[in-house]
């Protein structure tokens, strides 16, 4: 039998493991906290990156509802923390660092969390939207991502109105896993988020125009079951186009999913896999 790891062995060790990441992530945030993002501006820079809207109240299999209302009041609260924020050369955006512990104390409800293969509520539930948000509009820039964690290998729930690929989701957990942008490049970029009744909204902007564009698209996606268990495999390309020319510079392979899909897959058309053609 495989041996468990400190945090596994009860909610307790779970706990302290837990806080002595905290620990751990607050002391190197320290050391670093001159590189961090952290300067606003009100006023628009005038190139638009990418622009995207993200439905907030999502039917997510059997969630309930409450959660979903709560999450959209923790939306509410944490994107002023974020919006304005410049990204000038040099600098790091870090989502916690600037969002801070989203505890009730603040305002913070018990939204939907993830946590390892089922959800469950949590105070401050639903951030993981916004930096789904902030990591697609990324995507389409020349920033550099440097820390990006993935609900990896899961499936969670069916799709609903989906218009982003699979696999460009992120995970976060406050503050020892984040997400985390580099400007690596010459000009300052700005990030806009804010609520509307019905969305989550962002803009990437920019003070002078980025030379190329970026498109992010999803192939070979079907669903298979394998040895009984059910499994959506695809993957997510990311093209860079020049411009000027409007030719394709470079396609880069950036995520390849197999993950096991954990909701009801009776409406799916699945394609049968057995072992002898895997390794074929």
């Known amino acids: 039998m495989k041996r468990k790891l400190f945090c596994e062995i009860?909610?307790?060790t779970y706990a302290i493991s837990e806080k002595k990441c905290i620990i751990v992530r607050s002391l190197k945030n320290i050391c670093c906290a001159n590189h961090?993002?952290?300067?606003?501006?009100e006023n628009r820079l005038p190139?638009?990156?990418y622009k995207h809207?993200?439905?907030?109240?999502?039917?997510?299999g059997n969630v309930d509802m409450r959660l979903q209302e709560n999450k959209a009041v923790n939306l509410t609260i944490a994107s002023p923390k974020i919006t304005n924020i410049l990204i000038r050369p040099g600098e790091t955006f870090s989502f916690w660092y600037l969002v801070g512990n989203t505890t009730a104390k603040k305002g913070y409800k018990e939204g939907l969390t993830i946590f390892a293969d089922h959800t469950e509520p949590g105070i401050g539930g639903g951030m993981c939207q916004m930096t789904n948000l902030i990591h697609w509009m990324v995507l389409h820039s020349d920033l550099k991502i440097t820390?990006?964690?993935h609900h990896d290998g899961l499936d969670l729930f069916p799709d609903f109105q989906r218009k982003i690929p699979f696999g460009t989701g992120t995970?976060?957990?406050y503050n020892y896993l984040d997400y985390r942008f580099k400007?690596?490049?010459n000009r300052t970029y700005q990030l806009i988020v804010y609520t509307t009744p019905e969305y989550l909204c962002g803009e990437l902007r920019t003070d002078s125009p980025q030379n190329n564009k970026y498109h992010i698209s999803a192939k070979n996606v079907f669903f298979s079951r394998e040895k009984g268990v059910v499994y959506r495999n695809g993957e997510v390309y990311r093209k860079k186009i020049d411009n000027r020319t409007e030719r394709v510079v470079e396609e880069k392979l950036i995520r390849r999913n197999h993950a096991k899909?954990?909701?009801?897959?009776s409406g799916l058309d699945i394609v049968e896999i057995d072992e002898a053609e895997k390794t074929l």
Do not use: C, G, Q
Request: proline share 3%; charged share 25%.
């Open 47 to 49: 190139y638009v990156v």
């Open 10 to 12: 009860s909610p307790l």
């Open 147 to 149: 820390e990006h964690h």
């Open 261 to 265: 899909v954990l909701y009801d897959t």
């Open 36 to 41: 961090f993002a952290k300067t606003r501006e």
């Open 171 to 173: 995970s976060i957990m």
């Open 53 to 60: 809207n993200s439905l907030i109240r999502r039917r997510l």
């Open 183 to 185: 400007n690596t490049t």
